[in-house]
């Protein structure tokens, strides 16, 4: 991994977790200077046992670089958050720097999708997290979220509790919670006069 202070990140590794208990290295994703972006290298075991990931990531041995700045290689663009995840990342984590490298990586291993991040290549290490809230803590959590939509302080308590819902989709306030050993979308309303 390659780490500047204050939580940049010039080197991530990318993983396939069709099996979470059998993680499979996809290769190498690397920051773009031009347009805050990712590139991917597939890694050549992936090359030899894998699948391309998108239609414009086929298997070949060369770095990919994404047609949009400020995005990922293809099907990568896919794992990072939405534009909910990232506020929540902007405010909580606060990292130096606000690239699609940070937002994969601070938007943890609580996403949907088979595709997560690691600092290491030898083994799968995302960012780690925070237990998920309970339904009990619903409340507290509306409070949270409704403070990072203000954009008001959080105590380092409100801190762990808001990244639960990080990595999900979507512009609207949201968390994971665990209800009865499962994981539940929880989201939350954000002053519109329609239940949407």
């Given amino acids: 991994m390659t780490s500047k202070p ?30 805050k972006s990712a ?3 597939y890694s050549s075991t992936w090359l030899e046992y894998g699948f391309r990931l998108s239609e414009d990531l086929p298997l070949i041995d060369r770095e990919f670089i994404p047609y ?19 506020r929540v990342i902007q405010f909580v984590d606060r990292p130096s720097r606000l690239s699609v490298m940070e937002y994969l990586y601070y938007a ?6 088979a595709l997560g ?12 997290a925070s237990p998920l809230p309970r339904l009990t803590e619903a409340q507290s959590l509306s409070e949270v979220m409704r403070k990072i939509s ?10 762990e509790i808001a990244t639960a819902g990080g990595s999900l ?28």
């Fill in 117 to 128: 991040v690691s600092t290491s290549r030898d083994e799968y290490l995302p960012r780690a």
């Fill in 68 to 86: 949009t700045p400020g995005s990922a290689a293809g099907a990568v663009d896919d794992a990072r958050p939405d534009r909910w995840g990232e």
């Fill in 6 to 35: 204050g939580g940049r990140f010039d080197s991530l590794w990318l993983w396939y977790l069709e099996d979470p208990a059998l993680p499979r290295l996809v290769g190498e994703l690397r920051y773009l200077n031009i347009g």
């Fill in 169 to 196: 989709g979507g512009a609207k306030p949201k968390a994971l919670i665990c209800i009865d050993g499962e994981e539940w979308v929880l989201k939350f309303s954000s002053g519109e006069r329609v239940d949407a």
């Fill in 150 to 159: 203000d954009k008001q302080e959080l105590s380092e308590l409100e801190r």
């Fill in 39 to 41: 590139g991917l290298q």
């Fill in 108 to 113: 943890g291993d609580d996403r949907f999708g």
